[in-house]
């Protein structure tokens, strides 16, 4: 028997049922906000380009106003734990093709699933170094140590060679 250990975090579940796009599409997005603060996980949706992110965002949405009405949590603390897609029931639909045959469409759905968790006091966001601290030669990850100076080639003249 394994001896695992578990937290005593709250976690706060949203999901939205019946998302016409395909889980493929909507876990491209969901990979970005995964294990991201919901403050960045909210300004990564609102620049991304794909149509799913609009109904994810309203998923991430819809779970910060659980956590803050049930739980009394405050939404920007907050941890995206866990965000997938599972599939949903794929409508048929049919196409006309040439010399009356037909072609199957299908138009996926999905069930998006967005878990949010307390942020551990660990975890805590670093703070950065004032910029004014590193020169810009360290920045580029040249040595600041100044070294010898090399010592100056001789002459061509002392190397034994003869003009």
Known sequence: MSNVSTDDRQRVRAQAKWVRTSPRKARLVLDHIRGRSVPEARTILAFTSRAAA???EK???SAVANAEANLGLDGD???????FADPGPTLKRWKP????RVNRIRKRTCHVTVVLVEQP????PRRRRPQGSRTQAAARGEKTTKSAPRA????ETARGESS
């Not at 006091?121 to 805590?124: H, K, L, P, Y």
């Open 54 to 56: 609009t109904d994810i």
């Open 121 to 124: 006091e660990e975890r805590a």
């Open 77 to 83: 603390d907050l941890l995206v734990e866990a965000a």
């Open 97 to 100: 093709r040439a010399r009356g």
């Open 59 to 61: 998923v991430l949405r």
């Open 152 to 155: 100056a080639e001789p002459p």
